[in-house]
């Protein structure tokens, strides 16, 4: 079975900082894994993915991933925060096994407030 | 290009009662999904597509929800004798294939069981 951790409810975080959101997995194999953004009243929007090669992944709006194979971590980072960034951030992960389920097990969720 | 849409947004429905919810991926792919999202959680899998047949079906929650996929495009969700506890957001996703692609995403159903 496949799962998602994101031990953080809420993350409050300052205009200009840097923020982290944290996210670990559990795969029987090979992980491919994913960050989405959900504004309010809105779909989930795709920001990043990791499949393979590079440790640490760049995408949309300025965000980056890196994952870590030891500790099964792929936190979310931005070197300086927006207050446009607060959202709801969900991690996803879905296993490279042929015999792995194809769909997305999401974590919970963290929310993200930046202030300004 | 267009995206994912789900008709209705909103539905409000009473216990016992048969909905339809409806799904039209981006044209072209061929692997669609259907999640549900409750208060305060993560999308969880009910079901996915590929093409016509329902790949898997494993997350669907008892035999009161069936879906399908006729013609390989619109996709619709049925749920037989609502539950209150069927209230949450229904979303649906579509991707390329089944390669690891991301997913992208509808805006979601509303469904609410009085």
């Known amino acids: 079975a496949q799962s998602v951790a994101q031990p953080e409810d809420q993350v409050n975080v300052a205009e200009g900082n840097p923020l982290t959101v944290k996210c670990t997995y559990s795969?029987?194999?090979?992980?491919?894994l994913f960050w989405y953004v959900q504004y309010p009243n809105r779909g989930l929007q795709f920001l990043l993915k990791y499949i393979t090669g590079d440790n640490l992944v760049k995408g949309s709006y300025g965000f980056e991933a890196e994952f870590n194979k030891s500790q099964t971590s792929f936190h979310l980072k931005k070197p300086s925060a927006l207050v446009s960034d607060s959202a709801l951030y969900f991690c996803?992960?879905?296993?490279?096994?042929?015999?792995?389920?194809?769909?997305?097990?999401f974590g919970s969720g963290t929310r993200l407030q930046v202030q300004p | 290009g267009a995206g994912v849409s789900q008709t209705p947004s909103n539905k409000v429905t009473e216990k016992g009662k048969y909905v339809e919810l409806r799904c039209d991926p981006i044209s072209g792919h061929t692997a669609l999904y259907w999640y549900r999202q409750s208060l305060g959680q993560g999308p969880e899998f009910l079901i996915y597509f590929q093409g016509t047949g329902a790949a898997d079906d494993s997350g669907l929650p008892n035999d009161r929800f069936f879906a399908v996929r006729p013609e390989g495009s619109v996709s619709t969700l049925k749920i037989q004798r609502t539950e209150r506890g069927d209230s949450a957001v229904y979303l649906c996703a579509s991707s390329p294939d089944p390669a690891p692609n991301e997913q992208f995403f509808g805006p979601g159903t509303r469904l609410t069981v009085l």
């Open positions: 996803a992960v879905r296993d490279m096994a042929g015999t792995g389920r194809r769909a997305l097990t």
């Open positions: 795969v029987s194999g090979n992980p491919y």
